[in-house]
């Protein structure tokens, strides 16, 4: 990663002590944070084929735990390249598009395990533009917005949330109720996101020609 400080999506996470003994120990070992930030992928691929192959009670387990793995090595990935000072000039590239796909293997996942593909389909393109709209509003010199109400920590929240409800469902009910109504909220959260960072760019644009 190689993202200026100004550019970096806020976590709160970054200040537990349980990020920052992890974070420390792999500044200490051989591992990059390109390839923390590709480790991801796994994570995101392992959730998504127990998502759609095997939507069974423990299958969903499995997704939730892999969405969060997912999540843990989007955090290190930056604190180990700017905290630990580890940052390489691809880092950008290494920043963003292990995130698209991670993202795609995931919702498109998500939309064949409730036979919905096209709403997956749909989400997944949502979300990549989330992340294109903010990239965009950085190479017009702004800042870049991390806002909602759908950005990725929410989009990874509300599925792993719903892979829970859902593996409870599945066992009592034999029903996927949650799964459907997380891919809604997703879609629909990350459609509404596009609107509003576009229109905060455009906010701004109109502020420094005022």
Known sequence: MNDADHNR????ARS??????AASFLVKTNVS????SLISIFFAGIGAMFLSWYPTPVGLLVCAAA???RLVCNLLDGMVAIEGGKKSPLGQIYNEFPDRIADSLL???LGYAI???SIGWLGTLAAALTAYIRVFG???GLQQDFRGPMAKQHRMAIMTLACILGAIEEKLWNSMYALNIALVIITLGALITCVTRT???AVQLNAQNS
Request: overall charge positive; glycine content about 6%.
């Open 9 to 12: 999506r806020p976590i709160k």
């Open 67 to 69: 969405i969060q793995g």
């Open 16 to 21: 537990s002590i349980c990020s920052k003994k």
């Open 107 to 109: 919702f498109v996942a």
């Open 33 to 36: 944070p390109n390839q923390i």
């Open 115 to 117: 036979q919905l593909p």
């Open 199 to 201: 229109q905060a760019i």
């Open 138 to 140: 950085g190479s017009l």
